[in-house]
DNA sequence: ATGGCCGCCCTAGGCGGA
């Protein structure tokens, strides 16, 4: 199975050169990117994130839309990809060079490495004029919250534990800079989700789930961005069921996409200021849209 | 209120989503 992208791609061009104070990252999962390629380059258009993460793509990678993402300044784009399921895709208009570490357990595509160049031209300290970009479309883990009734469960699970000892392998010292987005495909707070009690044996917010991913969180520090200026108690969505007739009527979401940063550019978020974050909700009743929102942080150097 | 919808695939019911 091929699951990265053509070696065609674009080269860096002059954008190298670029001097940035800001950085807007983005994720959405977009489930079908070809489907939805008009949303996303209308998405793009609006709010221009440098960066833009994309899961459950669901498509090979000579099937990528490249094109439309060129032709709307987006040149570099790096894909791992499948046919019909699963799939990430992270476009930039900021140079990106692959990481050839993509984390994809039994040969599945949810995983695209990339350092990105933000070229900072006062900051000499080694690696400070780039960070890693991590796009992750974690397992959404089945419908049973038992590993040993669910298949899918126990591979959600062990996921993101690999994905915790992925990043001791690389987010070593406090210098590390690593942004980490997508669909995490799991609601950890009480308000992220409409009924916290209601949710609590559903997958996607059972305390085990949310137990191993604060395991991940803790073990590098890594900072949820959406908290960073929000009360803990505010209700925060970025996903709705496709079976609810009128989605924001009813509006029971889940927080499941998410944008996390390392120590060393924590500041650099909250610098951003409250307007920093922005959940995308009104993409969530475009016609036929994804059942997912995007979601985008700002980073302030 | 546990049913309600999507998109994909060797086009049609099954799988995966969450």
């Known amino acids: 199975m091929s699951i990265h992208s053509p070696s065609d791609k674009p080269i860096f ?11 807007k990252l983005a994720t959405w999962n977009i489930n079908s990117v070809r489907l939805r390629i008009d949303q996303v380059i209308a998405f793009l258009n609006t709010h221009q994130p440098d960066i833009l993460g994309l899961q459950e793509t669901k498509c090979l990678p000579e099937q990528f839309p ?10 570099f784009i790096e894909v791992s ?11 930039s208009k900021l140079p990106l060079e692959r990481l050839e570490t993509d984390f994809c357990p039994i040969g599945e595509a949810r995983h695209v490495s990339t350092r990105v160049k933000i ?30 009734l669910n298949p899918k469960f126990k591979h959600k699970l062990e996921f993101l534990k690999n994905m915790t000892d992925y990043f001791t392998d690389r987010a070593k010292g406090d210098d590390a800079r690593h942004v980490l987005v997508g669909d995490f495909n799991i609601a950890p707070g009480e308000h992220d989700v409409w009924s916290h009690k209601q949710l609590l044996k559903v997958v996607s917010h059972t305390p085990l789930e949310v ?45 499941l996409d ?12 909250i610098a951003a200021g409250i307007d920093g974050f922005e959940i995308h909700t009104n993409c969530r009743i475009w016609e036929r849209p994804s059942d997912h929102a995007p979601i985008t942080q700002i980073l302030k150097f």
């Open 211 to 255: 137990g191993v991913l604060k395991g991940l969180q803790d073990s590098h520090n890594f900072t949820d961005t959406s908290r960073l200026h929000r009360s803990e108690e505010e209700k925060l969505y970025s996903w709705w069921s496709y079976r609810a007739k009128d989605v924001f009527k009813s509006n029971r979401g889940r927080r």
């Open 119 to 148: 070229g900072i031209a006062s900051d000499n300290e080694m690696g400070a004029g780039t960070f890693e970009f991590h796009n992750f479309y974690v397992p959404a883990g089945g419908d049973e919250a038992d590993v040993t």
């Open 13 to 23: 061009n002059k954008a190298t050169e670029k001097t940035l104070t800001t950085c």
């Open 81 to 91: 990809g499948q046919k019909g399921y699963h799939g990430a895709a992270t476009v």
């Open 258 to 269: 998410h944008i996390w940063v390392s120590p060393a550019l924590r500041q650099s978020a």
């Open 66 to 75: 490249y094109q439309p993402f060129i032709e709307a300044g987006y040149e």
